[in-house]
Every structure is written in C-alpha cells, then in structure tokens.
C-alpha cells in the first residue's frame, strides 16, 4: 500500500504538473466543502423567534406551533432531502412521539424532559423496523410501505380508542414544571421557550450531522445511487441509520406538541399530516434544512391568515401551488432566492 | 498489496440469451490486462459478474483465495477490487473534491463520522487534492460534476475509482467519449499506477491496447476465443477474423 | 356458513373486478413512463360525476351514461397529458408525486365546489337490481354485472394489447423505450392514447362504482392507497399482475370487514406491508 502514499502521489503530480498548475497554490481556504461556519444570515436567522417573544406577545402558541412543525419538517429533510427517500407516511412517528409522551403524562409521569427521551426512543425504536422495510425495493413500493405504515397506525390508534381516546382525542395531560420550575402556562411562555430550546438543540446536531462524512455520504446516495456500492459504501446500513435519526427527531417533535398542548388528537397520525409536512418541506426547499423551517413558517402563517376562508379554496390554492412548484419553482423558496443571488452575483462580476 | 483474481466457469443467461458461458479467466498480480473483442461479446456483463453487479448463472469468483461469488459489491470493494463505469456514474449534484472525499472517507471507514464536518479532516483534503493532481483536475475542484465537460467528467470517473486504492482496477471502456490526446493522458496515468495494481481494461482502441497491455483476453459472443500476449494475438488470424470480418459486415 | 363464505368470496371478486378496472391503466402507464401517478382516481371520480349528472340532468339511461364516462375521463386524460404530465416524464418520483398530489388537490376541492361534500345517490335501472338465483345461490344482480363487464373489457383489452398493432407498440414502449423510438414507433403518441385509454377506463370504473364504492369529492383521496396498491403489489407494467393482485385485495378487504369487523382495514393495509416485503418489485416483475 505504500505505492499509494499521499507523498509518493503528490511527487507524481508535481513531476506531471505542467506551470500553469500549482498543486501548493490552491490553499484550502479556497475549497468548498461543508463545514460548521454559521453564516451572518444564521445568526440573524435565529435571532427572529427571540424577538418574535417580545413583538408578538399575543402569538406564542402559534410560533411554538411553528418551531415544533419545523423541527418536524427538518426530521423528514434528513431523509428525503439528503438521502432521498419519498416518504409519504412520517407522521407516524410524529405521532408515536406525541401519544408516548401523552400516555405518560396521562397515567402518571408528568416530566417533560424525559417524556421527550421516551418518545424519542419509541419513535427510534419504530423507524429502526419499518426502515428495513424501506429498503427494499424501488420508489413506488417505498412510497407505499410509508404510507401503509401511516395508514396502520392510524386505523389501528383509531380502533384502539379506549388507549388513545380514539377520535375524540387524548385528553387529560398533566405536565410537571419544566426543570422542576417553570409551570406550563396558559399564554404559553414556558412553551415557547421550551420548544425553541429544543429545537435550536436539535437543529446544532442535524447540522453537524448534515456537514459530517456521513452527511456526505447521504448526499451520495442520493446524487449517486449507483455509485455508492462502487466505492465501498453500504447503502442499506446508512439508510437504515437515518431513517432511524429522522424517525427520532419526528418523535421528539410529536412529543412536544403533546406536552404543550396537553393534548393529542388522531390528526397527528393521519395521511393529511404527512402530506402537508411534504408540501412544507417542498415549499421551502429540501435538502437545506433551513428550507424546513422556511416552509414551516410560511405554510402555517398562511393557513392561520387564511382559514377563515372556506376550507375548499385553501385545498385549491395548496395543489395549484404544489403543481406551479414542481413545474417552476423546484428549489422552493430558499432555491429561489439562491437563483437569485447568483444571477445578482453574476451581474456583480461581468 | 498483490491480489490474484480468478473465474471458474463463469456463465451469464438471461432468458435464451447467454452473455457470458464458460468463461474462466486467471489474472496475474499486477498485470496490465485487456478484455477485447466485438460489441456484444459480454465484456461488460463480465465485469458486472466479477465486481458483483449481478450474480451469475452458475461458475464462480476467486478473489486472493477467496469464493466472494455472493459477496454483495460493496464488500469486494472493501475487499480491493474496484471498478469503473462505461457511461460516467457520478454524484452529479456534488463537487469534485466532495465526490473524490466520499469515496476517500468510504475506505478509511470514516463515515460513521457524524460529529465533525468534512472540511475539518484536513488529511482526507490532502489525499484528495493529491489524486486530483496526479488526474489535473485540481482546477476543478470547486466545480460541480454536473455542469463539467464530458472528458473532465471521464476523468472524475477513474478519480473516484483510484480513490479506494484498489489491488485490482476494472475500467469498462475509460477512454470512451473523450478525443485521443486525452485518452493516451489517461493511459499514462493508468500506466504510473502502482506496479503491484493488477488493471484490467475493457477497451476498443487498440493502439492503446497494444501500447499498454502486457497481456489480452479476446471475448466473442460471450466465450473466450484466446488468450495471450499482444504479439500472439496480433499474429492469431481467428482474432483477425473477428475483427476483420465485423468491418465488412458494417 | 359456506353460503355467507360464496357470497363474501362474491363480493370480494366484484369489487376486485372494480379495483383492477380502474387501475389497469395506472399500471400500464406507470410501467411505461416510470410516472407515479396518485391522481389517477380523480379519473375515477370524473367518471363518476358525468354520470350522476347525466342521470339526474338529463335522464338518460344508466346504461348510456358508461360509455359518456370513459369518453369524458379519456379526454380529460388526453389534455392533461399533453399539456402537463408530459413535462414530468424525466422529473424525479418526489417530484411527480407532489405534482399528482397537487392535481389530486385541485380535483378534490373542484368537485366539492361543483357538487358538494355529499355523497352521490345513484338510481340503478330496475333490471339490475336485486337479486339472480345462480347454482342455488342468491348473487346480486348488480355485481353480477359489474363483474360481466369487467370480464368482457378485459378480454377486450387482451385482444388490444395481443393482437393489435398498436397493442405491439404499446408492449414495446413498455418494455424499451429507447427501443421503441429506434423502430420508428412514435412513443410519445403511444403514451398519450395509452394514458388517455387508461384514463377512460378508469372513468369508466368510477361510473359503474357508484353503487360499490360510493362517490364523493373524497373519492381520489379515499382510494387512492387502493390503486396504488394494486400496482404495487401486482407490478407496474403489466395487466396480469394488477389482476390477480386487484382480485386478492378484493377479497381480503371484503372478508376482513365482514368477518374481522373491529380491526377493519388493519386487514388490507398489513397484507399489503406482507406483500411488499415479499414481493418489493410486484408479484408480476415487468421485463428489462
């Protein structure tokens, strides 16, 4: 092996090198390679729902609702932005989150923190299984075991009403302080913070994540497909990895919801569920987790604006929009402006 | 690292239609080997059969001793034996320095990695950089391997390949698609591979066949017809048949 | 007991018979253009509206509204196709799957506004109701039907695609496109009367599954899993797959319901998961 030693390699090129290449010249401040640098855009990024806290008092509960769907959004961004698979069934973890937590608040065990970790390990627990089943096959027979899993959850939740209240919903909750101090509030302050904590937590490691050889090697799975096996790499293992992650994440959300709310209506398993957080998470842009939490935003604002209208035209304006998106806009909105920074950058230099 | 590969019967059938029959083949350590012969002759389900891109009909494969015949892909990779693609396979939406790290993180088991980013493995950059040199692509770096020009794109191919250092390098055509200068540019670096590297070609142009190989394998209609070296097989009058006989028939 | 076996064993083969007519077409389609298309029941469901309208508008027979449906379902998946469908043949599945999903939208909230939520009644000619006294069972007359025409359009379809030329030119484009092109067949013009046919036919089904399957705007959404599920599981591409696939979920779905009546459509949806995981490209693998 040690013909194929970086110095002997690099003797080789310098020996090949013709003068307009200069192998010592391309310092590596120059390469673009993902990389744990926060953007000032970033900073002032998560800077808005700290001020939202101060200029929008009368609004926590649906910024929290906000955060929570976002954090939701960017689960299913791990698995459909950045390795590629169609999932048209998360909502199922997302509800296992939010019916673990639930049920353990409702029969006793009010702690939020540990109540989140549980439902983070039932939903783990759960994507580990169906990822197996994931694997298999092509996209359409993916596309239809997710959404089988959706849909058995939901009937089976549904069926199973003297557990989870059925349709009528999990009532009841009772939520201790957060750290033992701050009550859960009816304006929703505790909410608020509890969930940006969370999600902010939660949004530090997916990007560490996201910019790590594995998130790399998810990337190539889904550019490459093909070529992975090629060079060495065991794509089932790493999607059976995410799946699990994104399965997590989506349990964890879920369980917030629950505990702030105190509530869990069967709506966090149903198909509606699923396909609106896909509509989120195209709207802003996959692949890029902020386009998550830029979906998130939009989408729920809108229908809080909006829905006093009748509900048929909201269901009208959303598929027009899904159709112009995928004919026009497929980056969503975050690709939009990253076109539109280019074509301003470009101008900038001719 | 020398590594022998072998094949025991090998056969390929698809329906009534047999792609490869009875092929058993030895590969020297370190040999300079050419797989050539007439469109169709089922040298590039050949090369699917020995990296494991299908499992064969029956026969086996022997890499270093080893039966690997139902060894998934990924794990003769791992095990040394590499190969490339005839139509360039590559991870389009990355750039060229992502895709040569991928494959560089892939051997050096670091893509259990979740903790810290790609820039911070300031050795994998330099691995990588260096291959890019040895290939000139260190200009293109930066650029994404969609919007690159198709020979760039052929040499990114070899470059990931060359990526998992491997014992045994299978190319499937490497020079097809890009003008001859380039190509013979490519041979020489193929050629300033580690002389323990065994190379085996699939290849049309037989002035670099005859100008690289050391050794040649003639594969028509799924059989091997003969085996031996360049001289021989310049000198073999079946060969020249074969080839002869396919230009008056086009 | 084995009387109310036959008659579930009955029921179950309609309403499969129902369930393949309807889905062929997305089978046929998706095999040849790669497009998951989860709009397809909005097909159905235009089908079903044309002739409630038909009936109750103009009072025409129920018998002549059928044919109305197809043509009307065809049509509108002929335009579709050549204005918007075709632009997606070469986008990812994510891609066509939200665009399916959008139209499925569209269609859902245009036939709430043109009908109302409600469900449809439909007044089925007296002939066909009730009940026929077959090798001393009671089959009903309307299934008995439904399963005549389905027999005969399959038949039908088998001709088409056997013996015809432009059934060949369909075989080819499924089977290899590029191939195809290489023959000098004009693919494109094989995908729109493919999709048009498919989408006919699916009207059709949506017309003579009022009765069975009932009709609201939430018909596409509702059913949705079900067409899909018969491509799925019998494979895209071909017609005996989705058949015998179709016939089983019939089956199942009606003997879980009857028999297993707490745990409903938990029957379908895990025997779907089963099959999928036995069989993860479909029961019947399409070629190359």
């Known amino acids: 092996m040690n013909a194929y030693s970086t110095t002997a390699l690099k003797a080789k090129a310098s020996a090949a090198d013709s003068p307009s290449v200069d192998a010592q010249a391309v310092s590596h401040a120059t390469l673009r390679l993902p990389n ?201 293992r790493r999607l059976v990895a995410i799946f699990t992650l994104g399965a997590a994440v989506a349990g964890i959300a879920g369980a917030l919801l629950a505990q702030t709310t105190q509530f869990v209506g069967l709506d966090v398993l149903g198909f509606p569920r699923s396909a609106e957080l896909l509509i989120m998470l195209v709207l802003g842009g996959t692949g890029r987790l902020y386009g998550a939490l830029v979906g998130a935003a939009v989408f729920m604002i809108a229908q809080d604006k909006i829905s006093g209208f009748d509900p048929t035209y909201w269901q009208f304006y959303i598929g027009l929009l899904l159709v112009l998106i995928v004919l026009f806009a497929r980056g969503g909105i975050l690709g939009g402006l990253e076109k539109i920074v280019a074509r301003i950058k470009r101008k900038e230099t001719a | 690292m020398t590594m022998t590969l072998r094949t025991e019967g090998l056969c390929k059938q698809w329906g009534g239609f047999k792609a490869n029959t009875d092929i058993s083949l030895s590969f020297q350590p370190g040999a300079r080997h050419a797989l050539i012969g007439p469109n169709g002759a089922g040298k590039t389900t050949f090369i699917n059969l020995l990296t494991g891109g299908f499992p064969p009909s029956s026969g086996k494969v022997f890499l270093g001793g ?181 230009a008056e028939h086009a | 007991m084995i009387g109310n076996f036959i008659g579930v064993l009955f029921d179950g083969i309609a309403y499969g018979a129902l369930l393949f007519l309807i889905s062929v077409g997305l089978s046929v389609t998706m095999g040849m253009m790669n497009f998951i298309n989860l709009a397809h029941g909005a097909f159905a469901m235009v089908g079903g509206y044309v002739c409630v309208t038909l009936l109750s508008k103009l009072g025409l027979p129920f018998l002549a509204t059928l044919p109305l449906a197809f043509v009307a379902a065809a049509v509108a998946g002929l335009v579709l196709e050549r204005t918007l469908y075709r632009r997606l043949y070469k986008a990812t599945h994510l891609d066509q799957v939200l665009f399916s999903i959008g139209l499925t939208f569209m269609a859902v909230a245009g036939a709430t506004f043109l009908f109302g939520p409600t469900q449809q009644p439909v007044h089925l000619p007296d002939w066909l109701r009730g009940q026929v006294h077959v090798l001393g069972l009671d089959l009903g007359s309307y299934r008995l039907f439904l399963i005549g025409v389905v027999v005969l359009i399959t038949f039908g379809l088998y001709l088409l695609i056997e013996r015809t030329r432009f059934g060949a030119q369909i075989r080819a484009s499924v089977d290899n496109q590029t191939a195809a092109e290489g023959l000098g067949i004009n693919v494109s013009r094989v995908f729109s009367l493919t999709f048009a046919l498919g989408s006919g036919l699916a009207g059709l089904g949506g017309g003579l599954g009022i009765d069975v399957l009932g009709l609201d705007p939430s018909f596409p959404v509702k059913y949705m899993v079900y067409f899909l599920l018969v491509v799925a599981v019998g494979g895209a591409g071909s017609i005996k797959g989705p058949l015998i696939a179709a016939i089983i979920l019939g089956v199942f779905d009606v003997a879980g319901k009857y028999y297993v009546p707490q745990v409903g459509a938990f029957v379908i949806y895990t025997l779907m998961v089963v099959l999928l995981i036995l069989f993860p490209f479909g029961l019947v693998r399409r070629k190359a």
């Open chain 1, 36 to 236: 744990d640098r926060w953007k000032a855009l970033e900073i002032v990024f998560w800077l808005l729902p700290v001020a939202s806290y101060f200029f929008f008092p009368d609004y926590l509960v649906l910024i929290s609702q906000i955060m929570i769907v976002g954090l939701f959004a960017m689960s299913l961004d791990l698995i459909l932005g950045y390795a590629g698979i169609v999932s048209l069934g998360h909502a199922a973890f997302f509800g296992l989150g939010a019916y673990t937590a639930g049920l353990l608040s409702v029969h006793g065990w009010g702690e939020p923190l540990s109540g989140l970790l549980a439902a983070a390990i039932v939903a783990a627990v759960a994507g580990f299984i169906v990822s197996f089943l994931v694997i298999r096959g092509q996209d359409l027979a993916r596309l239809m075991v997710t959404l089988g899993i959706g849909l058995m959850l939901f009937e089976a939740a549904n069926k199973a009403a003297f557990i989870t209240g059925g349709v009528d919903g999990l009532s009841g909750m009772v939520m201790q302080p957060l750290f033992g101090a701050f009550e859960f509030d009816l304006v929703g302050k505790t909410a608020f913070w509890y969930s940006f904590g969370v999600l902010f937590i939660l949004f530090v490691v997916m990007r560490r994540v996201v910019n790590s050889p594995f998130g790399l090697s998810l990337r190539g799975i889904r550019e490459g497909g093909r070529r992975m096996p090629a060079i060495g790499a065991n794509v089932d």
């Open chain 2, 66 to 246: 080893e039966d690997i015949t139902r060894l998934a892909q990924h794990e003769r990779v791992k095990r040394g034996m590499t190969r490339t693609f005839q139509i360039n396979t590559l991870f389009a939406g990355m750039t060229v320095l992502e895709s040569v790290m991928l494959a560089i993180c892939e051997r050096r088991g670091l893509q259990k990695v979740w903790w810290k980013t790609v820039a911070n493995h300031a050795d994998v950059v330099e691995e990588a950089m260096a291959l890019l040199a040895t290939l000139k692509l260190t200009n293109e770096a930066n650029s994404i391997t969609r919007s690159m020009a198709y020979g760039k794109q052929r040499l990114v191919e070899i470059a990931l390949a060359l990526a998992t250092r491997p014992g045994i390098l299978l190319l499937d055509e490497p020079a097809a698609g890009i003008p001859s200068l380039e190509s013979k540019e490519l041979f020489e670096v193929i050629a300033g591979l580690p002389r323990d590297v065994t190379v085996l070609f699939i290849e049309h142009d037989m002035g670099l066949v005859f100008r690289f190989a050391d050794r040649i394998t003639v594969l028509v209609g799924g059989k091997v017809l003969t085996e031996g070296t360049p001289e021989e097989i310049a000198a073999d009058p079946r060969v020249k048949e074969v080839y002869l006989g396919e």
